[in-house]
Structures are given as C-alpha cells and as structure tokens.
C-alpha cells in the first residue's frame, strides 16, 4: 500500500492534468471560433485535438500513478477540470483572444510597413516625373496587317 504522500501527490498531478484539459479545451474552442470550420474541417480538428490530448493524458497518468486508471483518477480529472472551468476559463479564453487581436494587428501592421517600403521608389518616381509613361520603350515586333 501506498503512502498518504505518495497518494497526495498522484491526486494533486491528477488535478493538474484535469486542469491542463480544461485549458486545452479552451484553446481548442477559441481555434474553432475564429475558423468555423466545415463538417470535414470539424472532424480533423477533432482527431487532431484528441491526437493532442491523449499523449498528454498518458504523460499525466505515468507521472502519478505508473499509469494505473483507477477511480479517484476520474475524480481527480473531473475536479481539476471543473475548478477549471469555474475559476479561470472566461480570463483565459479573453486573454486568447486579446493575444489573437494584438497577433493580427501586429501582422497587419508589419504588412503596412513593408508595403510602404517596397512602393515608396513607384511612388517617389511617378512624383519625380518618371514613371511608367514617360519611359519610351522601343520594342522591334510589329504586327501583321
């Protein structure tokens, strides 16, 4: 038989794996509401969130107990995942997405700036008188009559 710290600890990396699944689920709720996918879209997200999950679990499970499935390791997972849920899934999901706002504004602002780099010359040329329609370009095709 176990110890009670030994016992202790397993429940508390039990927790934590439940409150690792609530935070993975919040991650995954936030992707599918910016993406709305499709029905097939839906199903590989759904295997590639569970392909994400399990190992995860696994890791948990050998950590805590050797990976033997008992029933406190449902309990354990259902309570982190509840008090999850309950305490800091609204502030995690409105720091996502403040993190996704800030990523784009970022994106669309690196993209204004480099915009502006590359026309900058067109735009100083065409100002300069040269642009595309003073250059005479002789070309020796011609066409049939």
């Known amino acids: ?58 890791i948990y499970l050998l950590l805590a107990n050797w990976g033997q499935l008992r029933g406190y390791v449902i309990l354990g997972l259902i309570l982190g995942f509840a008090f999850y849920r309950l305490t800091m899934s609204r502030a995690v999901v409105a720091l996502l997405l ?8 970022l994106v669309t602002f690196a993209g204004t700036v480099v915009w502006s ?13 040269l642009g595309v329609r003073s250059l005479r370009l002789k070309t020796r095709l011609r066409w049939r009559k």
């Open 98 to 105: 403040w993190l996704i706002d800030l990523l784009g504004r």
């Open 117 to 129: 780099i590359i026309s900058f010359p067109i735009v100083l040329g065409q100002e300069l008188g």
């Open 1 to 58: 038989m176990e110890s009670l710290s030994a016992q202790l600890y397993a429940f508390g990396i039990i927790l934590l794996a439940g409150l690792t699944i609530g935070l993975v689920v919040d991650v995954y709720r936030v992707i599918r509401g910016i993406l709305r996918p499709g029905l097939v879209s839906t199903a590989i997200l759904d295997l590639m969130f569970w392909a994400l999950l399990t190992p995860i679990l696994v």
